[in-house]
């Protein structure tokens, strides 16, 4: 087996295909490390429809946020993707690129990634079914498309926002900031799921400067002095050590990336004292910052009719807006579910069953609670202790109440009148504050764990690099400074796009 490259990347997800790819058209022998099997050609995958069920079982991780009096004392599962292509094997498919204000805002403490720093990447990785505009990419890897217009609920919610004032936009990707208009989608033009490995790494393959390594978990990483040289994997026929001529990129996830930093000695002092892990780096920031969009799953009404089969990944459009007038931006979005969707407890407290239950998820996107994760064990297997501390920032609950009190008014306007019979999860006249912690979950969107940023407490430079030591950089969800305001898989592919130029420039 070779064991030699130029480059190793640790995770084929949204980030780490993205940079891989863009290493070896550089010219580059790449490795990419991954734990999960191969999903080409997996039907389960392949089927938009079929995404839910790919939370539980083989293609995940198997994560859990830990319970806090704010939601309830509930615990709640936060799925990563374990397969090749990460968590866009078994994502929800939304391509969503959020508002320039996002990324301004990550320029204040990471200088360099202010809106018009991140387009071109954003633009280079998209083939967006309208082709290319100054916003939009037309020839990237990673096809993306609009959903068909024509389901009942798909019109409904278009018809409902217009109804309640919402601005009908034509494409949620485009300029305007917020509205009501059909989502996008990384669902190729047959109807499949279109995963980052599919787009990034099928192509190429057959090359021979690409070495795909499934079913193989990176333990931790080498260093000679404060170079990282390479990484120790397990798969279930060998152990070996890895070595890297060029460097080491870790794009293993938000939760994944800080337990591999910390395993490898690159983390908080005393922490690491109490797990006996030799301290490489003191990195106080690793496994802190933890942030995630705080989901409604869901708000459930009674349909006047079964729904019918389910069309794409059971959505279909977004609607985004501000839930008070004064904010500088859209802090709320909502899209629709053709069929059911709660937590366990929201089951327990009311009447979901019936074929003619549809559902509207409801997250709060300007969102301000953070929390941390810790290493209960120094292995690379044992359970994280992550704590997001859900609702901690009182903004967010305020928000997704408001949220709430809005989609109840919009399924009684007129764009909803031939679909929507009656309130189930809530009822009206329910205290919203209570159902809000009863049934918030996560957007699955969890970042920030190992954050760039040029201040101290940063401990990854706004070049991606880990500071402290030499060819080591992270480009996944971990980075992400503050939380932006739409679903991560975009932002992360972007981040991978970009840690590949920052890579090559610094070579
Ligand atoms: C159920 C679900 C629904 C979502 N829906 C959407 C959506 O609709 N739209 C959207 O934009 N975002 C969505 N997201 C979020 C988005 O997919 C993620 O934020 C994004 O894919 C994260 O990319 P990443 O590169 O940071 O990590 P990932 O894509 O998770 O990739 C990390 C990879 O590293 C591998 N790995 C981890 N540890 C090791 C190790 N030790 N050794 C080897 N390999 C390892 C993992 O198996 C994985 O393949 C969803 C996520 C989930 C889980």
């Known amino acids: 087996m070779k064991t030699g490259f130029d480059y190793i990347v640790i995770g084929s997800g949204s980030g780490g295909v993205a940079v891989a790819r863009r290493l070896h058209d550089a010219g580059a022998d790449v490795a990419v490390i991954e734990a999960g099997q ?14 839910f069920s790919l939370q539980s079982g083989p293609w995940d991780w198997g994560h859990h946020y830990t319970p806090s009096a704010r939601i309830l004392n509930r615990e709640i599962a936060i799925p990563r993707g374990k397969a090749l292509g990460g968590s866009s094997a078994t994502n929800a498919m939304m391509w969503y690129r959020g508002v320039p204000a996002d990324y301004d805002r990550w320029n204040d403490t990471a200088p360099g990634w202010g809106w018009q720093d991140c387009l071109p990447a954003f633009r280079a990785a998209e083939c967006w ?24 609920l798909t019109r409904a919610m278009i018809d409902g926002g217009v109804a309640m004032g919402l601005d009908r936009i034509d494409d949620p990707n485009g300029p305007e900031a917020g509205g009501v208009g059909l989502a996008n989608f990384n669902i190729d033009k047959a109807g499949l799921r279109h995963t980052s490995a599919q787009a990034y790494i099928a192509p190429i393959l057959s090359s021979e ?26 798969s279930p026929k060998r152990e070996a050590l890895l ?31 109490e797990l006996d892990i030799a301290l490489r780096i003191k990195a106080e920031g690793v496994g802190q910052n933890l942030q995630d969009h705080p989901l409604v799953r869901a708000l459930n009404f009674r349909a006047t009719a079964p729904l019918g089969a389910m069309v794409g990944n059971g959505g279909g459009t977004l609607s985004i807006w501000k839930s008070d007038d004064t904010l500088p931006q859209a802090d709320l979005l909502a899209f629709p579910v053709q069929g059911r969707s709660a937590v366990p407890a929201l089951w327990d407290h009311y009447d979901l069953d019936g074929d003619d239950i549809f559902s509207i998820g409801l997250g709060v996107m300007r969102s301000y609670s953070k929390g941390a994760l810790r290493l209960a064990a120094a292995t690379p297997t044992a359970p994280l202790e992550i704590q997001p501390n859900l609702l901690s920032d009182p903004r967010d609950l305020t928000a997704l109440v408001k949220g709430v009190e809005f989609l109840m008014d919009m399924v009684a306007t007129s764009g909803f009148s031939t679909y ?24 699955f969107h969890c970042c920030g764990t190992a954050h760039m ?18 060819k080591l950089w992270v480009a996944d969800a971990s980075v992400i400074p503050e939380i932006p305001s739409c679903h991560t898989h975009a932002p992360v592919t972007m981040i991978g ?11």
Request: aromatic share 6%; net charge negative; glycine share 12%.
């Open 243 to 273: 070595t890297a001529r060029q460097g080491v990129i870790l794009a293993a996830g938000a939760l994944e990336t800080p337990r591999l930093l910390m395993l490898s000695g690159i983390g908080p002092a005393k922490e690491l004292a």
């Open 420 to 443: 929507f019979k009656d309130y189930v999860a809530p009822q009206r006249g329910e205290d919203f504050e209570t159902f809000v912690r009863r049934s918030c979950s996560t957007f």
């Open 209 to 234: 400067r690409l070495t795909v390594l499934t079913e193989t978990l990176a333990h931790h990483l080498t260093f000679e002095g404060d170079r990282a040289t390479g990484v120790a994997v397990h």
């Open 38 to 51: 191969s999903s080409f050609g997996v039907a389960e995958i392949e089927d938009p429809a079929r995404w």
């Open 453 to 470: 940023g040029a201040g101290e407490d940063a401990p990854v430079s706004p070049r991606l690099g880990v500071k402290g030591c030499r």
């Open 129 to 152: 079914e309208g082709g290319a505009t100054a916003l939009r990419g037309g020839d990237g890897p990673l096809q993306i498309t609009r959903p068909d217009p024509d389901h009942p």
């Open 497 to 507: 796009e970009r840690a590949a130029t920052f890579i090559l420039e610094d070579a």
